[in-house]
């Protein structure tokens, strides 16, 4: 093993590293702890004190602050990092490949030269988390190895709620596992509210050649949390080469006669209603988000690529929402981020029940009603692409195939989007073909606030 990671890691954490066996994982974590320096790295085995040591990590880095609830704990993204950055996220492509020019793609070489560049020394002084995971259920056709480095450990919090842990699933395939789905991430300099400080050198540069995400400067989960949005762009890319789907869709079971299960897909982009739709009472959850989709014995079956939840909090109230409401005032683990903290350690978020606060913290920092930024514009309580961060097994309505490694069987996909003035708000489709093409294809959605700019 390089010497860089004998210096920079203890005993325990070199112990670890050494039990995969793998030269493809060693050759990927040298490269980078060379390029990023870290003052000392930090393995992770998924182990319940390595999950609770980076918990307490995001705490009293100051990265997270606790709230009144016990295990209840809130994160803040700088005011100008409240969503994905669009304009700094590209794929990265060789000469003379194209992609559709909707999708904002850049030259591979001199972008991954750029990113080095940025990341050099990047980490220097603070703690590289080095974390396994896989992607859907352990010991499934539809697992995905995983490795995210990063220098935050709120990313790496939000991390552990939302993945299953990999490590045993690196250290049972050693050399023979020759492809992962890898993720470098620093959130960079820090201002004095823990936020990214260098938003001009903010970057997110997927490359699905590599199958290897860079993002640097930000916090903001969508841009930082590896194996969520920006994995399932890399899965895309595996799914159309291997004939299988990697969809942005929720995954749900509704309740027919003599109680009849049936598994329903629903494609809606983000703020659109995937987690209000799953959600539905009565109705079980087995995802919000992100789904992969296979043919097992002639039969389409999906999983939920997540075991946790990173959902929209804002509308989320007693009366529309009874299960998600009684999950966020219970003591749970969960991270709020971007909300509305109170002086007693409670939180508030546009469309909570009862009346808006006088005052308290946000995202803007010091808040009172009638606040406005550097433009005129009243800023509300919380962002409406606030969040919340939890273990979906929290929920009451969880449905018991959640970690089926065989998936459920998808008898329907529904097709969705915001939008106020062209669509009948609900159509069926004659068959397959014609909900694709006519519906599912020809959609298209209003931009929404998880979207910077917007």
């Known amino acids: 093993m390089e010497n860089i990671l004998k210096e ?31 003052k000392n790295i930090f393995v992770s085995d998924g182990s319940p004190a390595d999950i609770d040591f980076i918990r307490k990590k995001a705490l009293s880095d100051g990265e997270e602050i606790p709230l009144k609830i016990k295990g209840h704990t809130v994160h803040f993204d700088s005011y100008y990092d409240q969503g994905r950055d669009k304009k700094n996220t590209k794929i990265l492509v060789d000469v003379g490949e194209y992609l559709d020019p909707v999708i904002e793609t850049g ?8 990113v080095h560049e940025i990341m050099k020394n990047i980490m220097d002084g603070r703690t590289m988390y080095i974390l396994f995971y896989v992607l859907g259920p352990e010991n499934s056709p539809f697992t995905i190895p995983a490795i995210q480095l990063t220098d935050s450990p709120y990313v790496a ?43 001009d050198k903010r970057r997110v540069y997927i490359d699905l050649k590599d199958e290897i995400v860079y993002s640097c400067n930000t916090q903001y989960g ?20 291997e004939g299988w789907l990697t969809e942005h869709m929720l995954l749900m079971g509704v309740t027919g006669p003599n109680d009849r299960v049936s598994y329903f897909t629903g494609a809606f982009p983000s ?35 997540e075991k946790g939840m990173f959902g929209i909090i804002e509308g989320i109230n007693s009366k529309d929402d009874p299960i998600q409401w009684k999950a966020l005032h219970s003591e749970n683990e969960i991270i709020f981020s971007n909300v509305l903290v109170l002086e007693d350690g409670s939180v508030y978020w546009n469309g909570h029940d009862g009346p808006v606060p006088e005052k308290g913290i946000n995202h803007s920092g010091v808040w009172y009603k009638g606040k ?22 929290v929920l009451e309505n969880i449905d018991e195939n959640l970690h089926n490694p065989a998936g459920v069987e998808v008898s329907g996909i529904i097709y969705g989007g915001r939008d106020s003035d062209t669509w009948n708000p609900v159509c069926e489709a004659f068959n397959w073909e014609h909900g694709i093409v006519l519906k599912g294809a020809s959609i298209e959605s209003e931009t929404t606030a998880a979207t910077l700019g917007k």
């Open 372 to 393: 406005k930024d550097e433009n005129g514009k009243e800023i509300p309580p919380s962002h409406p692409n606030a969040r919340f961060t939890l273990h979906l097994e």
């Open 8 to 38: 920079k890691l203890d005993e325990k954490s070199l112990e670890k590293l050494e039990e995969i066996n793998n030269p493809k994982v060693f050759e990927f974590i040298t490269k980078y702890a060379l390029y990023c320096n870290p």
């Open 271 to 305: 703020m659109c209603g995937k987690t209000s739709t799953a959600m539905l009472e009565g109705e079980k959850i087995v995802g919000d988000d992100i789904s992969y989709i296979k043919e097992i014995g002639g039969v389409a079956k999906a999983v939920n690529v």
């Open 222 to 241: 969508g841009n930082t949390i590896g194996l969520k949005k920006l994995a399932m762009r890399l899965a895309i890319k595996r799914a159309s080469m």
């Open 107 to 114: 030259p591979r070489g001199p972008l991954t030269e750029e």
């Open 157 to 199: 919090h939000s991390d552990n709620i939302l993945y299953r842990q990999g490590y045993n699933e690196f250290v049972r395939q050693g050399e023979k596992l020759t492809r992962f789905f890898k993720f470098v991430h620093s959130e960079g300099e820090l201002d004095e509210r823990k936020t990214s400080k260098n938003l």
